[in-house]
């Protein structure tokens, strides 16, 4: 089983229920990410965004007044952004792209690239990882700086039948209660994601399942791929974001 655009088509409407309060999530990672950036490359401020989903960090470093650029896989979750954007009056570029095509589609002279929230490691190989690597790489400026956030899968366990609980969230009339099982092979592992709504005038109740798989990639791993990918002074921050996040710069000035 492979990750396709369809996962992500089928969540986009429900995407955030993920966050107990996604909006207060768009503010509370906005801040963070803000300061990363301000901290590890000051004065940056140009973004591209190679996975932006529904737009959760799109959103949040727009409405802080950064140029935001966004793309990702999912027409349908770039379908969503857009109109979030639109409903906070905030002007961004949206395109559906994958992102190792990412210097095809946007070109060059970001002062920031990144993937959050544990994109990157939709895809399957090392091959694959390094190719967007050397994308995101090639579409900043240089002295820009290459911003991931990723799992940290060294702490999971690892088997079958595990479930991991999002808990129950109630909106217009409706409670929803998430949660993930994963199964493991290998490095790899499949991932059925479980939406179970009840109406709560009706008691009626609804169950969606979307499926994919990960690769469990390090982030040991991953940095030595974005250092072969020609980004220097690669390291993991801890601390500073709700995941772990990779940084590198792309040497020059």
Aim: proline share 4%.
């Amino acid at each position: 089983m492979k990750t396709s655009p369809d996962f992500y088509d089928e969540l986009a409407p429900l995407y955030h229920l993920i966050y107990p309060d996604w909006n207060a999530s768009i503010r509370q990672q906005g801040a963070s990410l803000s300061h990363l950036i301000e901290t590890e490359w000051p004065g940056h401020r140009k973004v591209l965004d190679v996975s932006c989903g529904i737009g959760t960090q799109t959103l949040a470093l727009a409405g802080l007044g950064y140029p935001v650029t966004a793309s990702d896989l999912s027409a349908r979750e770039i379908e969503r952004a857009r109109h979030e954007a639109r409903l906070r009056d905030l002007d961004i570029d949206f395109a559906v792209c994958d992102m190792r095509q990412a210097h095809a589609q946007h070109g060059s002279g970001f002062d920031i690239v990144m993937s959050c929230d544990n994109s990157m490691p939709h895809l399957q190989t090392d091959e694959d990882l390094l190719l967007a690597f050397r994308q995101m790489t090639a579409c900043l400026r240089p002295g820009g700086g290459c911003l991931v956030s990723v799992r940290d899968y060294a702490k999971e366990e690892r088997g079958t039948n595990l479930v991991k609980h999002y808990g129950a969230r109630v909106e217009n009339g409706m409670r929803h209660v998430l949660f993930q099982v994963w199964d493991f092979v290998g490095e790899h592992y499949d991932l059925g994601f479980f939406f179970i709504s009840e109406d709560l005038s009706t008691h009626e109740v609804s169950t969606r399942v979307m499926r994919s798989r990960y690769y469990a990639v390090s982030t040991a791993r991953l940095c030595e791929l974005m250092r072969e990918a020609g980004l220097e002074n690669v390291r993991r921050i801890d601390g500073a974001f709700f995941q772990p996040v990779l940084v590198g710069t792309r040497p020059g000035r």
